[in-house]
């Protein structure tokens, strides 16, 4: 499933989806299945977010990073589970 354009008002650099969670992140009463993960920059920042994503792409959770490749290779235990085969996302 093909993310939104911007997600949070970021806009998605690069992202991955599986059917099957990558995880799970819990809310402290339940598991929320992270089906999406995306890689965003908001207007003006030189760095970059992760967020976590369930099926509707809502973030679940949210990390932030210096560079794209940094935000991929610290890819939290909990989303392993799957393996992310990134995709660029079209330009708006």
């Known amino acids: 499933m093909t993310p939104p354009a911007t997600i949070d008002g970021a ?17 402290g009463t ?4 992270i089906h999406g993960l995306a890689i965003c920059r908001y207007p ?10 369930d099926r509707d792409w809502q973030t679940v959770q949210d990390a932030d990073h210096d560079s794209v490749e940094t935000a ?18 079209a330009l708006p």
């Open 11 to 27: 806009r998605v650099l690069e992202w991955a989806w599986s059917d099957v969670p990558f995880g799970a992140v819990s809310d």
């Open 30 to 33: 339940t598991a929320i299945p």
């Open 44 to 53: 003006g920042a030189t760095g970059v977010y992760r967020f976590s994503c």
């Open 72 to 89: 991929k290779a610290r890819l939290p235990r909990q989303y392993q589970d799957v393996p992310a085969e990134w995709r660029v996302a």
